[in-house]
Structure formats: C-alpha cells, structure tokens
C-alpha cells in the first residue's frame, strides 16, 4: 500500500535530526560540568582580585599610574567574548544586541571605538560594521582555555591605554547566573574608578606600603587583575555556551518529538482512510454482484 | 581574647583558606614578613615559599605557594597565589626529582636550556623541600 509515502519519508528524516539535537545535548551536558567546575574554581580568584583593587581605588598612592587616573573619554577599547561555534540559542543574539546598545550610547556622546573580539561569531559579527574599528581577534579557542590565548588580545589594548590612544577598557561577555539563564554584562575595566566604601578598609587618607616598590608592585598587580578578568570572562562564557546549548538542543529534541507525533497521527489518518475506502469498494462491488 | 584578623587565601584553581587567624607569615619579595591584626595597609609580591598561617597557639595551616600577591588591610589579609598547595600534601619524591631535573639542566652548559625557567623550578622545588622539613621540625 503507497499510502502517506512522504509522511513517513518526512518522518524519517526527523527522527534522524531529532537523534543528532539529542546527541549533541548529551555532548554539551557533559561539557557545561567540566566548563563549570573551571568557571567555579578561578572565581574566588577574580573575586578577591576584584576586591583588592577595589581598595586600591581608595589609596593615595605616592606614584600615580596610568590605569588608576581618569582622562577625558574620546576613545573606548571594548573586549567582545563570544563564542566559537553557534547552535546555542540566543546566547550570542542577546550579548551582541547588548553591546550594540552599549555602542548606540557611545556614539551619541561622539565617542569612538576600537574592538578585539574573542570568538568566531563576534568577529563574523562585527568585522562587518563599517564604523567600528576590529584591532585585534583571536578564535578557535576550544574546550580548555588558557590565559595564554588571551595574552595577545589584552596586550594590543593595554598598550593603546598607556600610548593615550583609548581612554577607557570595557569587556563585555556572558555571565553564568544558572543553567537556564545567562546574562550578558559590560564591565569597565580600566580606569579603576573608587567606588563605595566597604567595612574593613581603613578610611581616611592613606596609602600602602610597597614591596619592592611602588610602580613594579602597581603594574605588577593591575595587570594580573586586567588578565584575571578577562580569562574569567571567557571560561564563564565557555560554560554559559554549553548550558546554552544544552538547554537549545533540548528543546530541539522535544520539538521534533511533538512533530513526529503530529505527523505520525496524519499518516496513521490517512492509513485509515484509504482502508475504509476499500472495504466500501469491496463491500460495495459485492453488492453489485 | 586575642586579636584576630581575617584571612583569606586564594589560588588560580582554589580557594585555599578563609577565615580568622592570629598572626600570618609570608615569604615577601624583600624577606619574610610577620601579619598581626591591625597591620598598616601593605602590597608586595611573593616569593616561592611557604605561607603560615597561626589560628590559635596550637594550631596554625602551613601552605606552600608558587609566588603571588600579598594585601594587608587592618583587618583583611588576601594572599593571591599562582598556585598554593596544603604543605602536607606535597609530594616530596615529586619535588626531589624536579630538583634533580632543574640542577642537572643548570649543570649543562651547552646553552641549549631555557636557563630562566630551570632557575625558576629549581627554587620553586627546593622551596618546597624547604617548607616541608620546617613541618617536620615543627612535629605536626
């Protein structure tokens, strides 16, 4: 019987798809553990960085460096962390639509960019605005990355922030908040601008005392923390991708199961239908008869 | 009751040790300093070594840590390690041999080693010897 021949031909197909999106669901479960035990572990270490910078803010110190001294804004240097590889839902959509907001806001106060962007998708991005400015990319970064992939892209910008020719640093990536959600955030990263005050922290005018001194200790640590920060924010967006992911290929699987099911009750309509329609051909030649 | 001061010790993999403690020792990059509570603010890099940290007169955590960033507030220490192992869980067959490795590459003098980084594993693993027979010393 030729009945339905492209219904079950079409329902083939989507079983087949539907056993790829499961896979690779698998793949990223497994994946997002590994990225997020990494994400967790080196968390405490930004964090506390963070926190020591923070106080340096407050200092006084006797020698004045560069990435603690506000000047006036006409150049932003802006890190974009994306991912390398898509099929992960709006993850990339959503940062890309947050930095472009963010850039919206710039070019109203007629403040220009320079980009480096980490990942495929932020290069494919945006290497194709014709206004902005892509100093510097790097890709292909894989499962476990290391600082050292990184070291280029925070290099060109520290040195156009000591040259003068950017005048703020922002980085914008996704922050894993759980595996449902992910938020992308834009941090400012350099200057280092004091904010409030916590507990704990002498007040007051004062300032450390150095070891060996001043500027080598300064630079030494500022650009720990500039490194610290950017290498968080790409293993936390290397776990925010295969959560992303996972979640996606999820609901891909459950969409091609409720298809399968729709068809499937289409074909087995029409099966029924064509049956009838023979009985009563038969039934109704006998009769004939 | 005795003054204490909040501690904190971090890795690049770990948070190694938070919490109060009475006195904290460190190897800083001009010689070994001493942290009581209410220590005038203080930055300076670490040296390989080892890291103590005096909860109560009996007891205190010894760790050994790769170099790193020392901070002292009045009541805040945060020790930023490179790496930063519990002194009792070094390996000291692991360390003797990265000794012998690191002497040896020295020893050649063909100008063919990285000498910087032979030098630097060199200290790092003697450091780490070092600090594990001042545990033994101590009796723990």
């Known amino acids: 019987m030729a009945v339905g021949k492209e219904i079950r031909t079409k329902i083939v197909s989507i079983k087949n798809t539907q056993k790829i999106t499961r896979a690779m669901e698998m793949v990223a479960a497994s994946k997002m553990r590994k990225t997020k035990d990494k994400m967790q572990a080196s968390r405490p270490y930004a964090k506390r960085i963070g926190q020591i910078i923070k106080h340096l803010a407050h200092a006084n110190p006797e020698y004045k460096h560069s990435f603690l001294q506000q000047r006036e804004v006409k150049r932003v240097g802006l890190i974009i962390i994306s991912s390398d590889r898509g099929l992960c839902g709006g993850l990339n959509a959503n940062l890309f639509r947050k930095t472009l907001s963010q850039l919206i806001q710039w070019e109203s106060q007629s403040v220009e960019v320079d980009i480096c962007t980490v990942g495929a998708k932020a290069f494919a991005f945006f290497g194709n605005i014709k206004s902005l400015k892509v100093v510097g990319h790097v890709s292909k970064i894989g499962d476990t990355p290391h600082l050292s992939d990184v070291v280029g892209v925070i290099n060109i910008m520290l040195d156009a922030y000591r040259q003068g020719k950017i005048d703020e640093l922002y980085v914008v990536s996704n922050e894993f908040v759980n595996t449902m959600t992910q938020r992308p955030v834009v941090d400012k990263l350099l200057p280092v601008v004091a904010s409030e005050i916590e507990n704990g922290l002498s007040g007051g005018h004062w300032d450390y005392i150095y070891e060996p001194d001043a500027k080598e200790m300064l630079e030494h640590l500022l650009l720990r923390y500039v490194e610290s920060i950017v290498y968080q924010g790409l293993v936390e967006n290397n776990a925010c991708e295969q959560a992303a992911r996972m979640v996606a290929m999820k609901s891909a699987s459950d969409n091609a199961g409720k298809l399968i099911k729709e068809l499937q009750l289409v074909y087995n309509k029409a099966r029924q239908a064509a049956i009838t329609q023979e009985i009563s051909e038969i039934v109704a030649g006998a009769a004939a008869v | ?140």
């Open chain 2, 1 to 140: 009751m005795t003054m204490t001061v909040h501690v904190d010790i971090v890795s690049a993999e770990q948070e190694v040790f938070s919490g109060l403690a009475e006195m904290v020792f460190a190897p800083a990059e001009l010689g070994e300093v001493g942290i009581a509570p209410r220590h005038a603010p203080f930055l300076s890099k670490l040296k390989p070594g080892e890291v103590r940290v005096k909860v109560s007169d009996k007891e205190s955590f010894p760790f050994f840590i790769s170099g790193g960033i020392l901070e002292v507030q009045p009541h805040l220490v945060t020790i930023l390690a490179d790496t930063a192992i519990r002194a009792k869980d070094i390996d000291e067959a692991a360390a003797l041999e990265a000794k012998a490795r690191a002497e040896e590459s020295l020893a050649d003098k063909s100008g063919a080693i990285d000498y910087e980084a032979a030098h630097a594993q060199l200290i790092q693993a003697v450091m780490q010897l070092r600090t594990l027979e001042r545990l033994r010393k101590r009796g723990d």
